[in-house]
T-cell receptor, first 114, second 117 residues
């Protein structure tokens, strides 16, 4: 079985400061990892994914994430936060070897303060 | 990225009636579509997965006779909530993937807020 944990319900950061939203995962096979962002009453927007290759993945809106196999983590980062980044962020995993569907973490609400 | 359009964005219906939600992939062919339900301040709960031309695969605990899913073409899937009750009130989100491969991201519709009164 696969699972995703996002240990922080809420992350607050000042505008212009770097931000990190944490994600750890558990899968039996090869992990395929995704980050999505959700704005109020909207669906999810794809930010980035890690499938294979370079552990540092760059995505939309200046976001990046680092895959760490030993720590089973895939933390989302951005060097300089914007107020418009305030939203709900979901980490998701699929098991590349056992054909599972997306499993989403509980979400982390990011608030960027002006 | 690819665009998925979900309609309606909001719907209010009376208890006992049925409601249909449409999910369309506008600029790609969706081999696989997923339907989710999201409760307030919670993550997405997968309800069912459908592949074009096949019957949907429902997750455990989801009533297939209550939540009818049709994926008749590569660009359209529908979810019909039959005989809706107030406890069916929720935010429903569809997503679509252009391939059946696991390394492919899914693109999401904007969601439908269903309120059953």
């Amino acid at each position: 079985a696969q699972s995703v944990a996002q240990p922080e319900d809420q992350v607050n950061v000042a505008e212009g400061n770097p931000l990190t939203v944490k994600c750890t995962y558990s899968v039996s096979g090869n992990p395929y990892l995704f980050w999505y962002v959700q704005y109020p009453n909207r669906g999810l927007q794809f930010l980035l994914k890690y499938i294979t290759g370079d552990n540092l993945v760059k995505g939309s809106y200046g976001f990046e994430a680092e895959f760490n196999k030993s720590q089973t983590s895939f933390h989302l980062k951005k060097p300089s936060a914007l107020v418009s980044d305030s939203a709900l962020y979901f980490c998701a995993v699929r098991d590349g070897d056992y054909g599972q569907n997306f499993v989403f973490g509980p979400g982390t609400r990011l608030s960027v303060l002006p | 990225g690819a665009v998925v359009s979900q309609h309606p964005s909001r719907v209010i219906c009376k208890s006992g009636t049925s409601v249909k939600i449409e999910c369309r992939s506008l600029d790609f062919q969706a081999t696989t579509m997923f339907w989710y339900r999201q409760f307030p301040k919670q993550s997405l709960m997968l309800m069912a997965t459908s592949n074009e031309g096949s019957k949907a695969t429902y997750e455990q605990g989801v009533e297939k006779d209550k939540f009818l899913i049709n994926h008749a073409s590569l660009t359209l899937s529908t979810l019909t909530v039959t005989s809706a009750h107030p406890e069916d009130s929720s935010f429903y989100i569809c997503s679509a993937s252009s391939t059946g491969k696991l390394n492919t991201e899914a693109f999401f519709g904007q969601g439908t807020r269903l309120t059953v009164v």
